[in-house]
């Protein structure tokens, strides 16, 4: 159900050694591949949060108000993040049975046809994710205010964890415009 083409998995081989992202995806690409480890260290550091705060649950009788929520933040903002790492490695889950039966030179044209279907419909996440925001950070006043949790130690997590979500939908359009262009520019070397 889920395979990458021969060729893609050609490009993905010759990649190996300095990145792992496609090399369609050009800079921006290994910028958001070397960016991953930052995003895998926060789901380490969350899984620490979480020991410590059974130890101190359960040994000291002494929960803190804040390892839930913030552990819940930093694997929010990591899966939020992991939409754009699989973007710029190709990695992404999708159904391949007609793409993979089509011969070489239709799966480049259906490459610039789904990057640029997938800039479209990420352009209008994005936008989704500013109105989301617009109420997130603003007040009816027009005063910045955060949203909070709610919770006993009200953390602004939810303003931050949406802002983080019209980043990466931003970045994750810009990356598709250049997964397009640079398809676009593979299918024409291959062409002429």
Partial sequence: MTSQSDESAQHGAESVSKSRALPEAGRLGRIVDKGGWLFAAGIVVAAIILLIEVFLRYVFNSPTSWAHETTTFLCGIAFLYGGLFCAARNTHVRVVLI???????????????????????????????????????????????????????????????????????????????????????RLRAKAG
């Fill in 99 to 185: 793409y993979d039966a089509l011969p070489a030179r239709l799966r480049r044209i259906f490459d610039v046809v789904i990057s640029a279907a997938s800039a479209v419909a990420a352009l209008f996440f994005a936008y989704a994710a500013w109105l989301m925001v617009q109420k997130a950070v603003y007040a009816p006043s027009g005063d910045i205010r955060l949203e909070r949790s709610g919770s006993a130690w009200n953390p602004p997590y939810p303003a931050f964890t949406k802002i983080f979500l019209l980043a990466m939908l931003i970045l994750l359009t810009a990356q598709f415009i250049v997964l397009t262009f640079n398809h676009f520019r």
